[in-house]
């Protein structure tokens, strides 16, 4: 994967006291063919250097595409939250005159291990295949190692722990706004940097996942180096050897303090340049236990070359930076620590869209939302809504699938947010059907007027799957089981009842009357006591209707908006009347009725239907109740 390297050079200004001269240095993956923003607004930028002031909050888009090695960077035009132009310019190097030039416009491209400027920041495209500089430090012996476990750390005393706490007083507010992975390493390092004084540099490093087990790979993430070192001079290079024994050989925290004594005399001495100083170069590699294989890296250079030190100021150095190894175990835990609550907080944010809304708020009390799981019977009112001929609509667009089922998701979002929206829980889909309903966790007050007008809304919304015939809604109400029901593999939020099968017969049943909603003698009745007046919503009785697996028969009733009603408000008792008499077995009379008022009315027309089937004569065992017939050409 190609990757942008930002090496950042603060200096010190003497007009602004906060600024502190450092270096910071960064890795950011680059994702093929899609544009990332660079700027310093952390918040919202893809790539952010927030240290560069030099850089605008929002300064470019790159864009990289791997199959021309080609990355482009183009400064943003003028845009919504950011009018105004960016005040740098984007540099790169001309080889023929050998400096750093302006490019037009601030655009530029560049290709592998290629640079450009912006403000004090170096970007440099790299490829993870490239070749990485060896350390000095992997060429030098490291005649003194220190290696100590987590438990062991932990029953180590702090000698001194003034700077440490004082450097995490921050750490709250601090962990409080961090909204990113990057975000966290860049903070802790500034914390880390500022709790060991004598460190030179501190970073965050990797050993990639796909780094074979007999070579030496190290991905730098984060670093931040003091001014003034020979981190920052010569450039901050961990020693891969340290990484790989601390973090995949040991597994513990690993100390290594540098001579330049080569092994029998013959090798070069890589650090002669510092160990003419009179110093010891060390580092500290403390790696992450959760499997990640990161580590903290920590790097500095003490006073007195060591082998010439005598074994008493050996040990000092090594008890002293033993203090270091467990600064850096506690600031490693505080990082795991934060990264897992970070990513629960991002797998809870996925969990959530598979949880009704109604449960969101118990999320963060499992004792509560494990309770309120359990089985109960509950007072429930069921909301079911179903597309049909899916199979075939999926067929006839098997060429394009994904258009097809953004056509289907879109429906269904359509009725789940419907649902959601007037407090109710999406139960699940079946298919191409979502099933909602109302009174659990916890009763709510006129329950039934909130499903009612979900389903008209449903109706409404789906206007060109209901005028079709293709999408019809059944509500009912009734004692249902609901909780976390299913497989112990697969435990999800429904319910088990008659009250639910009838709600999906129900619905069924709206194809072959042709009307969008039926609901339940139930429902109905409480529709009337919700909005006597009628000046919103209104039912008709369609008659007694047998439904499969139910032995008794039971009234349905269409629901619909009271503004668009189809049935005049001066024929709403003739219906009912017309109803009555085919309940009666009086078809004749309810034959003129229809054909007379009624000559359009799609209920009608079923209604019609059953009495030419048996030539308008009830059957002998007739007891008013029927089962709707489909109409001609239907499936």
């Known amino acids: 994967m190609a990757e942008l390297e930002a090496i950042t050079d603060i200096q010190a200004d003497p007009k602004k006291s906060a600024v502190v001269a450092r270096q910071y240095g960064r890795r950011f993956p680059l994702t093929p063919n899609r544009p990332l923003n660079l700027g310093r607004d952390e918040g919202k930028m893809d790539i952010a250097i927030p240290e560069d002031d030099q850089i605008s909050r929002f300064q470019a888009v790159l864009t990289w595409e791997p199959a021309k090695e080609m990355l482009t960077v183009q400064t943003r035009p003028n845009s919504p939250g950011y009018p105004n132009a960016p005040a740098n310019q984007t540099l790169v ?18 290709g592998r291990d290629g640079s450009f400027w912006i403000g004090q920041t170096r970007f440099t495209l790299h490829s993870e295949e490239g070749v990485q500089q060896e350390s000095p430090a992997d060429m030098t012996i490291a005649p003194r190692r220190e290696e100590k476990t987590r438990a062991q750390l932990e029953d180590i005393p702090f000698a001194n722990p003034a700077a440490a706490l004082r450097a995490m007083e921050s750490l709250p507010n601090t962990i409080r706004a961090i909204t990113t992975e990057q975000a966290l390493f860049r903070q802790m390092l500034r914390v880390i940097m500022d709790a060991m ?29 003091r001014p003034k070192t020979s981190h920052a001079s010569d450039g901050f290079n961990p020693s891969k050897r340290l990484a790989h024994r601390a973090i995949t050989e040991r597994r513990r925290s690993c100390l290594h303090c540098w001579s330049p004594e080569s092994a029998g005399g013959g090798a070069e001495l890589t650090m002669a340049a510092a160990s003419a100083q009179g110093i010891t170069p060390w580092a500290i590699c403390t790696p992450f236990q959760d499997g ?15 082998n010439i030190l005598d074994k008493s100021a050996q040990d000092k150095i090594v008890n002293d930076l033993t ?32 949880w009704p809304q109604s449960l969101w708020k118990y999320l963060d009390n499992p004792a ?3 309770r309120m799981l359990v089985p109960v019977e509950k ?3 069921t909301l079911f809504c179903d597309l049909r001929n899916y199979s075939l609509f999926a067929s006839q667009h098997s060429s394009e699938l994904l258009a097809s089922q953004r056509e289907i998701g879109n429906a269904l979002n359509t009725m789940a947010s419907t649902i959601t929206d007037r407090d109710g829980v999406v139960g699940g889909f079946r298919g191409d059907a979502v099933l909602g309903f109302w009174g659990w966790p916890t009763l709510q007050e006129r329950q039934v007027g909130l499903a009612a007008r979900a389903a008209i809304s449903i109706a409404g919304r789906l206007g ?122 009086k078809w004749n009379d309810c034959y003129e009725e229809i054909t007379t008022k009624f000559p359009d009315d799609p209920v009608g027309k079923c209604l019609i239907r059953v009495m030419d089937a ?16 489909a109409t001609s050409g239907s499936e």
């Open 93 to 110: 190097f001309d080889e023929k005159v050998k400096k750093l030039v302006e490019s037009p416009e601030g655009n530029c491209v560049v």
């Open 323 to 354: 203090q270091y190894q467990k600064f850096g175990e506690l600031f490693v835990g505080m990082i795991e620590t934060t990264l897992r609550v970070s990513r629960l907080t991002e797998q809870n944010k996925v969990i959530r869209r598979a």
């Open 368 to 370: 509560e939302l494990e």
């Open 292 to 306: 990640s294989k990161y580590a903290l890296y920590v790097a500095g250079q003490t006073n007195g070359q060591w």
């Open 197 to 225: 004084p004598r460190a030179d540099a501190a970073a965050i490093v990797r050993i990639p996942p796909d780094c074979p087990p007999n070579e030496k790979r190290l991905n730098l993430l984060e670093f931040n180096v």
């Open 379 to 381: 007072e429930i009112t």
């Open 614 to 629: 048996t030539k308008r004569r009830p059957p002998a065992n007739w007891d008013g109740s029927f089962v709707p017939p």
């Open 464 to 585: 060109d799957w209901t005028r079709s015939g293709r999408c019809g809604v059944g509500v009912t109400h009734g004692t249902a089981v609901a909780g976390r029901l299913g497989a112990h593999d697969l435990a999800v939020v429904d319910l088990y009842g008659p009250v639910v099968n009838l709600t999906f017969r129900l619905e069924a049943m709206t194809k072959a009357f042709g009307v969008p909603i039926i609901v339940s003698q139930e429902v109905s009745r409480q529709v009337a006591e919700i909005d006597p007046s009628g000046r919103e919503m209104l039912t008709r009785p369609l008659g007694k209707v047998r439904a499969k697996g139910f032995p008794e028969p039971l009234w349905a009733f269409e629901l619909y908006s009271a503004p668009t009603a189809i049935l005049p408000d001066w024929l709403r008792d003739e219906w009912a009347s017309m109803v009555d008499l085919f309940t009666q077995g």
